[in-house]
């Protein structure tokens, strides 16, 4: 799974990342995980939702994800880092699901994203699950510095929104 290709993972990672030693001597730090779509959000994290990176390059999270139910999910997206755009555009979440392989569809899961849609109205739990994400820890230095994530999803149903910033530095 190409990281610059899925915006969803990148959103989904950045909204849900505490202060933590991360694998490699990286750590990440969230300024700042808003939903933007209010209160009718179609997608939305407990208050206590969070995923710490384990010095094991373990992605370990807590809390629920709340989905409302969706057929369809298309974010319109930009990812920037240090203020430079990096990537932008449209994004069908529900056909993308179905082209990533089996370990990533559990991770996306976890997070409460669509491993296939229609999407049923859902609450996912973390359960102290693990998802390794170790052969990807020399990726680590590309993503140094000041990431922001915008992604504003239109569902059939409604809408769901982030803003996420974040710093990755390595002690």
């Known amino acids: 799974m190409a990281v610059a290709k899925c915006p969803l993972f990148l959103t989904i990672l950045a909204v849900a990342m505490e202060i933590s030693l991360a694998c490699n001597g990286y750590k990440a730090r969230m300024i700042k995980a808003e939903n933007c779509a209010g209160?009718?959000?179609?997608?939305?994290?407990?208050?206590?939702?969070?995923?710490?990176?384990?010095?094991?390059?373990?992605?370990?999270?807590s809390g629920c994800v709340m989905n409302k139910a969706f057929n369809t999910a298309v974010s319109q997206f930009?990812?920037?880092?240090?203020?430079?755009?990096?990537?932008?555009?449209?994004f069908d979440l529900c056909a993308a699901a179905e082209h990533v392989p089996n370990e990533a569809k559990d991770m996306l899961k976890l997070f409460g994203a669509p491993a296939s849609c229609p999407v049923p109205e859902e609450k996912?739990?973390?359960?102290?699950?693990r998802v390794d994400l170790s052969k990807y820890k020399a990726m680590l230095g590309m993503a140094k510095g000041n990431l922001i994530m915008d992604s504003e999803i239109t569902h059939?149903?409604?809408?769901?929104?982030?803003?996420?910033?974040?710093e990755i530095t390595k002690s």
């Open 39 to 61: 209160a009718d959000a179609i997608i939305t994290l407990d208050d206590d939702f969070s995923v710490k990176l384990n010095k094991k390059c373990e992605i370990v999270p």
């Open 124 to 129: 996912i739990c973390a359960n102290d699950h």
């Open 156 to 166: 059939d149903t409604g809408k769901s929104c982030f803003h996420i910033e974040m």
């Open 78 to 90: 930009k990812l920037q880092k240090d203020g430079i755009v990096l990537k932008e555009g449209k």
